[in-house]
């Protein structure tokens, strides 16, 4: 198979040759028109994703083929490699869950290509107003090794990442537990104090969830636990570019601050995404329970307007967002959600060489508003967006 497109790096036309779902060769392509080409890039990898068209990952009636039909579904927004994310909630429903996304894997062909890990965000998290965002508060706890042992072993050792606060005593030795075992240990959803955040750095820690976001309505000028995770170079930190979780100021400063090679975006999409109800209003959802939908788009707790519960853009809507808030290149801006989370997680893609796996996105950018319109997602070589059967002109087989 032969597809045709101007790298997202360098802007060149070339013909880039799948075999057996592997980049076999590119070269410069010089057949015509290079400006009404596509773009071409690595498949977007996506750390969090809570859900997706009405199903929410955490979900006590969660099944193998749901997670099959969300791995499939989010070849639309150009996400070929993703974290399935448990959040927090009562033990039961985090075993069920991450029991049902490996049984999930091992069966379907189409969930193992793309789910490279579960990312478990809470239960281990700050149960403070503010930190603990949309999570129940009941089942808010301190890190427990024991607990996440058993959640490993019904994940089938799948979990990759756990995003926890280091403010309880049993962080750090957990942390360093973790890290030993190959899990990525990001900090998140917290109300740590400077030294515990410095503890848990020192102990492993490595990534900062949704930096900016999840955190007091009001916090102290400083210290506090975000000009801190923005400052230590040894987080890289994952943000939320949807252009609602985060004002365009904040973006551009993380981004900034933290450099772009230590910036990763994630999308955070839940059960909403693909589904939004057409009208802002209350909304109740069996996994996200009641919410309220705004007039700008934003999904909130339902009762208030300060705590978000999730979003629902996809991760590449971020990708322009970055383009336009931190002024930073195409390329450069989808690295942050191919290359970079494709090498924290240690996957091969993220990359247009050969050799790489062919998990490669083809899209549309509007000079104007840099609004990204997805023509075609493959999976290992495999065109899933329209399960085959629709075919752009510029893929060759
Ligand atoms: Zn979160």
Known sequence: MRVIGRRYDQGQPVSLEVHDGVIADISPWRGGDKASLPWLAPGLVDLQVN?????????????????????????????????????????????????????????????????AGIHLEGPYISPEEGPRGAHPLEYCRPPDWDEFCRLQDAADGLIRLVTLSPEFPSAPEFIRRAAES???????????????????????????????????????????????????????????ADGLHLPPAVVKSLVRGKSPERIVLISDITALAGSLPSQPGPHHDPCLGHVEILEDGRVVVAGQREYLAGATQPLHVGVTNVMKFAEVDLAAAVDMASARPASLLGLPGGHLTPGSPADLILFHMSEDDLRIEIVETMVNGEGGREKGDRRTLNIEH
């Open 182 to 240: 190959g899990v990525i240990v990001s900090i998140g959803h917290t109300n740590a104090n400077s030294q515990q955040l410095q503890a848990a750095v020192d102990a492993g820690a490595r990534m900062s969830t949704h930096l900016g976001n999840a955190t007091h309505a009001y916090i102290h000028r400083h210290p506090n636990y975000v000009w801190d995770q923005l400052a230590d170079d040894r987080l890289i930190a994952t943000i939320i």
């Open 51 to 115: 859900g997706y068209g009405g199903q929410e990952f955490t979900d006590p009636h969660l099944t193998a083929e749901a997670v099959e039909r969300i791995s499939t579904a989010l070849d639309t927004v150009g996400v070929t490699s993703y974290l399935p994310t448990v959040i927090t909630q009562q033990l039961d429903v985090q075993l069920h869950a991450v029991r049902t996304i490996a049984a999930a894997r091992e069966t379907l062909s189409a969930v193992r290509q793309r789910v």
